[in-house]
């Protein structure tokens, strides 16, 4: 089980004595900020021991004993470990008891408590889990490795008038004379210790659902119980979904999806007991935009996928987390668009994916997996490059094999490991056995190697040829060392083409060597259909304008969205200019599906920053030109009955117009909106309604901002209440923008949101520098208040900041704060910095004397 590197790591818990279950007592004291706790765990020791290692973090030990003889305990907090001294002979168990005592983590890790003004505005607290990546040993001493799975028979007591719960079934309430409860709940089936939860605090319960025999229910904060109606459905669907696709039903005994007022992530996939971010799961239909319902979903069913794929069967340790989370991204995609096919999932896949490329293009890219050493360094694997690309990857593998293929080694790899834990070869074997061909060495050119091929077509007579090369972006910086071998990937690649009416599709695997494709007499040809691989294309200009002057029934949407990705990722890399990029836009405006709007209108934005203050109101008429047309079709204001795309649609037109387009009619329409909906969201469309709050923030004064800031404090409404503080961020005003900061500052804005409100103002072209320079000011404070993870999304908003000045003084200032746990996500924005400040170099002139013509 474990190799010579495990044995000789520090960190790592040598496989000498081993848990197989655990009892575990908890009792929370929230007045005293601190908590007690009683566990035993049975193990068993593969060989004679005279000492016990296990992990433990921040915990006061009271009282150790192996099999009910006294224990001495070492504790090494560096490591995190604690040694009981007792002799174990190979082949017995040994009972290990330990009371301990602990406090309430402040960082929303470990136990935690969480806090709220309920509908009589009193103060209510829970307290709460998150043991992923290795926190579980801040709440009880363990062995806190994915790979020790373990039963767990958990006990709470829920102090007076509040409730509980945990991963499995509740079986027995015994009441204490002080008022308490103490719950006792079902043993789970064996798992690992990262997955272990528990949530006390004053709860509300949704009905219960049964699904294929499983009780399903939504939990929050009371006074919200009114939204869980949208998640449970959406849940019930995605529960039968799993069991069929991987063929294995639901491995615990019941499921919880629990709101949690402050939470780090978006959710966690805790066995049977999921916690989510309350925004995310609590979701009141009619005042929820598509895009929020569409997240709600995607991340309910992206957890879930996650009870079977990690839970059911795990990573052996932590470089596999890209697997787990790539694996459930892609499952979560697959059934959304089985849940709600008009939502077109797949073509919104391609802003994802966009996001994966930008990263993936830096020469400070990574591997998708990479070693692992201690169970921290897996906090940078939490990025665009383990979700998205990890996700494309695993995409383009299905499309590839096809998907009843690919299902089928799924499915066998799901009954060969229930219960146990894997290495990512594990997945390839299963998956070459049922489809009979090699898939590993393929997997290993994309999981092993950073960035990801340009294939660039040549034309010839009847045929094309086509060679890749590594997509890089052009950053001028040429400190910066870039691959020094060339990387070759084994790239299956999907083309179609067309001749009138007659269209065919073929398949190919490229490799180092040029391709020559014969095709016929031909009009047009579109390498990578459906966007099924994870490339960029690079087409000489006649064959690109024979596919951009196509009728939009010949190229799907995503095809569509994937030129003028191509086409702007070009203008980064220096081999395509900005006025070339807008007059593709300009041919492009005839478009009528949303995702490829959305590409649009993200490359009008990008432009709108790069044209100087002077030839700002001509680009303003060229985008009023490219979006009004289509914002005339559909109207300004919602239709009975029409499909949800249009009116999210509409609502990113909208959006477009009164900011990027400055429209004054627009504008003034955007403001009645808000004050409608300020009155009573379900008068207005939730989409229009949101796109009309961030019009009105990006033209308001110092009387909206107080509105707005009311609204967000006494909204009930999660999302509506995000919508409003989001929007604050983003006022044309450097005052407005420091009262902003000073509501971060005094606590009054949430941690888990704070971070991203801090992203968005340094997005702020009159906001940002102030911004900044209150980061670095209040940068200790901020360490101190925010979650480790969340540094690195608060400065994502730094590229936006794109001026040689501002990039000297980024990078001296992360030289001298380093963010060890997000090194290489810090590396990659500097590096997106410099790349934008290049790119206003080469292109803001000429781009301004471009629309001034
Ligand atoms: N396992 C993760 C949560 C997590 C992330 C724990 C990082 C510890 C460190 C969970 O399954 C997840 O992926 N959550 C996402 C939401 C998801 C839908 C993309 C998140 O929290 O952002
Ligand atoms: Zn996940």
Redesign the pocket.
């Known amino acids: 089980m474990l190799d010579d590197e495990t044995i000789t790591n520090p960190h790592r818990l040598l496989p000498t004595v081993t848990p197989r279950s655990y009892r575990l007592s908890i009792h929370p004291d929230i007045d005293e900020n601190s908590f007690r706790g009683e566990v035993e765990i049975e193990t068993e020791a593969t060989s004679d021991v005279s000492e016990i290692v296990l992990h433990s973090s921040g915990l006061t030990v009271t009282r150790a004993t192996v099999n009910g003889i006294d224990a001495a305990v070492v504790l090494a907090p560096d490591r995190e470990q604690m040694t009981l001294s007792a002799s174990v002979s190979a082949g017995q168990s040994a009972l290990i008891a330990i009371d301990y005592e602990g406090v309430f983590n402040e960082k929303l890790?470990g136990f935690y408590l969480s806090h709220f003004t309920d509908d009589h505005g009193v103060p209510q607290t829970m307290a709460t889990t998150?043991f992923?990546?290795p926190y579980a040993r801040m709440a009880f001493p363990c062995w806190d490795e994915p790979a020790y799975k373990a039963s767990f028979e958990i006990s709470v007591t829920a102090p007076e008038g509040l409730d509980a719960v945990s991963n499995s079934a509740e079986v027995e309430r015994t009441p204490n004379s002080d008022g308490s409860v103490l719950i006792r709940f079902a043993p789970t089936m064996v798992m690992s210790t990262?997955l272990v939860a528990w949530v006390i605090g004053p709860l509300e319960f949704s009905e219960t659902r049964m699904v294929n025999g499983t009780p399903l229910r939504v939990v929050s904060r009371p006074g919200l119980g009114s939204m869980s109606q949208f998640a449970l459905d959406a849940a019930e669907f995605a529960l039968g979904y799993f069991a069929d696709y991987f063929g294995v039903a639901y491995p615990g005994d019941k499921v919880d999806l629990i709101g949690i007022p402050d939470?780090?992530?978006?959710?966690?996939?805790n066995l049977g007991c999921i916690t989510f971010?309350e925004a995310?799961l609590m979701v009141d239909p009619a005042i929820t935009t598509q895009v929020e319902m569409q997240?709600s979903v995607?991340?309910v069913?992206?957890?879930l996928a996650?009870m079977w794929f990690?839970d059911l069967v795990t990573m052996s340790w932590w470089n596999g987390?890209w697997l787990?989370?790539a694996f459930?991204?892609f499952m979560?995609m697959k059934c959304t668009d089985a849940f709600r096919p008009q939502w077109n999932r797949w073509a919104d896949f391609g802003v994802s994916r966009t996001a994966a490329f930008s990263t993936d293009a830096l020469a400070s890219t990574r591997p998708i997996e990479f070693s692992v050493q201690t169970p921290q360094d897996?906090?940078g694997m939490?990025d665009v490059l383990t979700?998205e690309k990890g996700a494309a990857v695993v995409r383009m593998l299905e499309q590839h094999l096809g998907e009843a293929t690919f299902r089928e080694g799924l499915r066998s790899y799901m009954a060969k490991h229930a219960f146990g834990n894997t290495e990512t070869t594990d997945l390839w074997d299963a998956i070459e056995d049922s489809a009979g061909q090699p898939v590993r060495g393929m997997m290993d050119d994309w999981i092993f190697q950073g960035g990801f091929p340009l294939v660039t077509v040549k034309a010839g007579k009847d045929s094309v040829t086509l060679t890749q090369s590594r997509f890089m972006n052009l950053d001028g910086d040429a400190t910066t060392d870039g691959p020094t071998e060339a990387p070759v990937w084994q790239t299956p690649l999907r083309y179609r083409r067309g001749r009138g009416a007659d269209v065919t599709t073929d398949s190919v695997v490229l490799g180092s060597q040029p391709l020559k494709l014969d095709l016929g007499e031909h009009e047009w040809i579109l390498i990578n259909a459906e966007a099924a691989s994870f490339v960029r294309v690079s087409y000489p200009p006649a064959l690109l304008e024979s596919l951009a002057a196509l009728p939009l029934d010949q190229l799907s949407d995503v095809e569509r969205y994937g030129l003028i990705d191509d086409a702007w990722a070009s203008v980064l890399a220096g081999s395509n200019s900005s006025t070339a990029f807008l007059t593709l836009l300009e041919s492009m405006a005839a478009e009528t599906e949303r995702p490829v709007w959305q590409r649009i209108i993200a490359g009008l934005s990008r432009l709108n920053r790069l044209v100087s203050t002077d030839a700002r109101a001509d680009f303003a008429t060229i985008a009023h030109d490219i979006l009004s047309p289509m914002l005339a079709n559909l109207g300004l204001t919602p239709v009975l009955d029409e499909p949800d795309a249009n009116r999210q649609l509409r609502a990113d037109l909208v959006k477009a117009m009164g900011t990027i387009a400055s429209d004054p009619d627009v504008q003034t329409e955007c403001q009645r909106t808000v004050s409608v909906g300020r009155r009573d969201p379900s008068l207005v469309d939730p989409s229009l309604l949101a796109a009309a709050i961030s019009v009105a923030a990006h033209v308001g004064d110092e009387v909206d901002f107080n509105d707005f800031a009311s609204m967000y404090r006494t909204s009930s409404n999660p999302q509506e209440q995000l919508r409003y503080l989001y929007s604050l961020s983003t006022f044309p005003s450097q005052e407005l923008t420091k009262r902003l900061l000073s509501m971060i500052l005094s606590g009054s804005i949430r941690s888990q949101n704070a971070p991203f409100a801090l992203r968005f103002a340094m997005e702020n072209r009159v906001g940002g520098g102030v911004t900044w320079d209150f980061i670095k000011e209040h940068w200790d404070r901020l360490l101190q208040m925010f979650a480790s993870?969340s540094i690195s999304r608060m400065l994502e908003g730094l590229p936006s900041l794109d001026t040689p000045e501002y990039v000297a003084d980024a990078q001296a200032f992360v030289d001298a704060h380093p963010v060890p746990q997000a090194e290489k996500q810090l590396q990659q924005i500097l590096e997106k910095q410099r790349i934008s400040t290049q790119l206003r170099l080469r292109e803001s002139e000429r781009l301004s004397d471009f629309v001034g013509r």
């Open positions: 890790v998150q992923e990546a990262y939470f780090a992530f978006g959710a966690m996939e971010r995310i997240r995607d991340v069913n992206h957890e996650h990690g987390i787990n989370e459930a991204t979560e897996s906090e939490f979700y993870g």
